[in-house]
């Protein structure tokens, strides 16, 4: 049987949505978990929950992260935030922002819990990527540069962790309802002068075989079996939960 008991998991972004659906998914297994988001009231609640412990901070402020050390046998890198418009009217700040949560912090992370991992000769990194870490789509330019950088960052940690035990994986959800999505979903109708229900419907569920959003516990319980011992040969891997969507 599946078990986490004694690992300890840093889960960012785990005060809502894909994290929070994570942190508890781990917290049962048995893993103590940090559940590390700037909502500190969300954060501290979903702690409280699981059993947990809330880490508020903010990985916008990339420069912050410099000199951190983070010991930790489990990272998962979920926290995100999502900006649609099209590059000749994108705000040049609204891209580095989503680079500096979504791509710079998830670096500065791995690079400060690899050496407890290498100590300890174990670990586990996963990357929650998306459909877009894969194939582009129009009006995310820098959700979907910063999607396809953390693929790159993920191979390149397995390649360098895989002799010392750690492996590093991407999970690629379709769209799941979490605030997220409910804003993008605004933001598109706004975008294409439709209604948001043809959001959904026209840009979310055309592609899916499945014909329906992913449920969050369905992605923790993908993170969860790639923290499991049972899959320490997969890495350098990423993993679709799309319905269907990128077979075609
Ligand atoms: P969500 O909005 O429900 O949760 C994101 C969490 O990240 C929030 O708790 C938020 O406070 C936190 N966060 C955002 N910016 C932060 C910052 N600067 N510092 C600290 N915490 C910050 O979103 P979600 O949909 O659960 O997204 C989680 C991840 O899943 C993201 O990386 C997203 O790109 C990815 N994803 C989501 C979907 C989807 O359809 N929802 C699909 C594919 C991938």
Not at 43 to 61: K, L, M, N, Q, R
Request: net charge negative; hydrophobic share 45%.
């Amino acid at each position: 049987a599946q078990t986490l008991a004694g690992r300890r998991a840093v889960v960012t972004g785990g005060a809502s949505g894909i994290g929070r659906a994570t942190a508890s998914r781990l917290a049962e297994l048995g893993a103590r978990v940090v559940v590390a988001d700037r909502d500190a009231e969300a954060a501290e609640a979903v702690a409280a929950e699981i059993d947990g412990e809330a880490w508020v901070v903010d990985f916008s402020d990339t420069r912050a992260l410099d000199d951190l050390t983070l010991d930790a046998d489990i990272l998962v890198n979920n926290a995100g935030i999502q900006r649609v418009a099209p590059i000749h009217e994108f705000v040049a700040d609204d891209f580095r922002l989503i680079h500096q949560v979504m791509l710079e912090a998830p670096f500065l992370l791995v690079r400060a819990v690899l050496p407890s991992m290498y100590a300890r000769g174990w670990g586990r990194v996963v990357n929650v990527s998306s459909v877009h870490g894969l194939r582009a789509s129009a009006f995310k330019a820098a959700y979907v540069s910063a999607k396809h950088g953390l693929e790159g960052l993920s191979k390149v940690t397995g390649l360098e962790g895989g002799p010392h035990g750690v492996t590093s994986n991407c999970v690629n959800p379709g769209y799941v309802r979490t605030p997220l999505v409910e804003k993008q979903v605004a933001d598109q109708a706004r975008l294409h002068g439709i209604a948001e229900a043809e959001v959904l419907e026209q840009v979310m569920l055309t592609e899916s075989a499945v014909k329906r959003l992913v449920e969050a516990h369905e992605v923790a319980s993908l993170v969860a079996w790639l923290c499991s011992d049972d899959a320490g040969m997969v890495t350098g891997a990423s993993y679709t939960m799309d319905g269907g969507w990128t077979s075609r």
